[in-house]
Structures are given as structure tokens and as C-alpha cells.
């Protein structure tokens, strides 16, 4: 059974897409995208700490426990780094805005974090890989970027038409010799050249395969698309040309502390060794806090 979900096919009456642990037939990760112009997305969290990222909503509102907050927003993920909120475990949430998408990252967590709001321009962006797998890498709320919550794991990546990203070859799945586990959703928006956001002409591909050989899946990914990645190595994730490549990555393990450790692919890891001396793609960082990064 392949754990790749169309656009529209993890839809409810109250959301684009929704992932929790129990459809994903895991334990932590969890993932809600909300179209802002229905009305205000309400939620509890119950049992659960939450990350709220803007992707095309600019304006929020944001209610915690009565309290309100605002969150800048963006007009779409190639248009710019996003500010964003850590929700702590066991908090009532709605929020509001005009019109666009947000996205609500979850985990099942044990250990209660104060909320917390972090800027856009305090979000670190890192330019990762070297020649066509160039790509930039937003670390949300990453162990190196973040240390205020229990369980989940948050960050972004964008990659330029024509380049790959997920390469080499990595896994998190605890079995054999690699330690680090954990649950990984992708969340895609495919764009087409400079537009700000996903466009439904847009698409990509996808690899997963488990390390035994018993499954080995390569998939054309159209924007919107959820890609679960229980066990097995990932990647690469591939953008067409003209058609730049965003995911959202939602982690989370059963590790005493947060990691996004992985274990390469031992036939491709020798390709780190050629960045050293290839060029980074000069059309990376694609974005910033301020808007899309002048060339």
C-alpha cells in the first residue's frame, strides 16, 4: 500500500488535509492545512504540542487559552521565510485570518513549553548541498534552531526547478545500524517559476524505498500532495524544471530528546564528499524574511 495521498484525498469538512497518528498508523507525527477564508480553525490540544505556520495567510489571529497574538504571514511559501508560533501542550487554539492556508504541525508530547512567537527574520535559513542538489533548508523549530518544546521537529525546504533535495539517500527508521528514529510527513507545494505559491500545473517526483528491497516506490508528486515515510531511505525529491519544489517536514520519535539524525544511503553518501569542491547553485536562498531573494 503506497503512502502517497493526492491533493483533496486527505481532506475534511474543516480542512485541506489532515494527518494524525492513527490514520498514519504511527505514534507522534500529525498534520492539519486549514483554508483560512472558511472560518477560524479551533482546536485542542489534547495530548499534543503544536507548531502554527503561515503558508499563503498573512494577518493572523491567534487565540491561546483567551490570549491573543498576530502572526505577520506570508503570501505563499516562494514568496518568503514566514514568522511563526509554538503552541504548548494541552492549549485551546483558534486561528483566524482574511483568507490563505496555514499549516498546524503536531506531535504527541508528554512535557508542557511556554507558547512562544519567532519572527521571520529570526528563522535561520541555510543554503544545504552543492551543485543541482542545492537547496535551502527554513529550520523552524529544529533541535539546533529551537529548543523550547518536547517532541516535534519543524522545518521547510525549497528547491529550485531542475535540482534535487532529500539527496543522498537518508533514513530515521531504527532498524539495523541506524539509531534515530522518526515519523516524517511531507507536505508539498509545487510552483511554477516565480509564482508565490503551489500552482495545480506543478509537480515533481518522489522516491522511498526500505532498506530489505521490499518496497521501492517513485512518484509523480502534484501540488498538495502528503508523502508518509513510516521506514525506509527518501529521496531524492525531484523538481522539475520551471517547477520549483516546496516541502513541510513534520518529525517526530520516541527518542528522551529531539534529533533530526539520519543514516545515508552507504552506496550514494560519497556524494557529500563532491560538494566540497562544487559550486552552490546560485539561485539559492530562494527566499528570505523579506520576499524572495535579488539576483
Not at 141 to 161: K, M, Y
Request: net charge negative.
Amino acid at each position: 500500500m503506497s503512502n502517497h495521498y493526492r491533493t483533496g484525498t486527505l481532506a475534511t469538512p474543516d480542512t485541506l488535509a489532515t494527518v494524525t497518528p492513527e490514520h498514519a498508523g504511527w505514534t507522534y507525527s500529525g498534520l492539519e492545512v486549514f483554508d483560512l477564508a472558511a472560518g477560524p480553525a479551533t482546536r485542542v490540544l489534547d495530548g499534543i504540542e503544536g507548531v502554527v505556520l503561515p503558508l499563503s495567510a498573512r494577518d493572523l489571529r491567534i487565540s491561546v487559552d483567551g490570549e491573543d497574538h498576530t502572526l505577520r504571514g506570508r503570501g505563499g511559501v516562494f514568496e518568503a521565510v514566514s514568522d511563526w508560533m509554538y503552541l504548548p501542550l494541552g492549549s485551546t487554539v483558534e486561528i483566524t485570518a482574511a483568507h490563505g492556508e496555514v499549516a498546524l504541525c503536531t506531535a504527541k508530547a508528554t512535557q508542557r513549553f511556554p507558547l512562544c512567537v519567532t519572527a521571520a527574520q529570526d528563522v535561520p535559513v541555510e543554503v544545504r548541498g552543492g551543485g543541482r542538489a542545492t537547496r535551502q533548508v527554513t529550520n523552524i523549530a529544529t533541535p539546533g534552531s529551537f529548543s523550547g518544546a518536547d517532541r516535534i521537529n519543524v522545518c521547510e525546504v525549497l528547491t529550485p526547478g531542475g535540482n534535487v533535495s532529500s539527496w543522498p539517500p537518508h533514513r530515521h527508521d531504527g532498524i539495523g545500524d541506524c539509531e534515530p528514529v522518526n515519523e516524517e510527513i511531507y507536505y508539498f507545494r509545487m510552483g511554477r517559476l516565480d509564482g508565490p505559491h503551489g500552482h495545480p500545473h506543478g509537480q515533481g517526483l518522489f522516491r522511498v524505498y526500505t532498506v530489505d528491497g521490499s518496497s521501492d516506490e517513485t512518484v509523480t508528486v502534484l501540488d498538495g500532495d502528503v508523502y508518509l515515510v513510516p521506514v525506509g531511505y527518501h529521496g531524492p525529491s525531484t523538481a522539475q524544471p520551471e517547477y520549483p519544489m516546496y516541502f513541510l517536514n513534520v518529525l517526530a520519535g520516541p527518542g528522551a530528546e529531539r534529533t533530526m539524525a539520519f543514516c545515508d544511503d552507504p552506496d550514494h553518501h560519497w556524494i557529500r564528499e563532491t560538494w566540497e569542491e562544487g559550486s552552490l547553485d546560485p539561485r539559492l536562498p530562494m527566499t528570505s524574511a523579506t520576499g524572495p531573494v535579488a539576483r
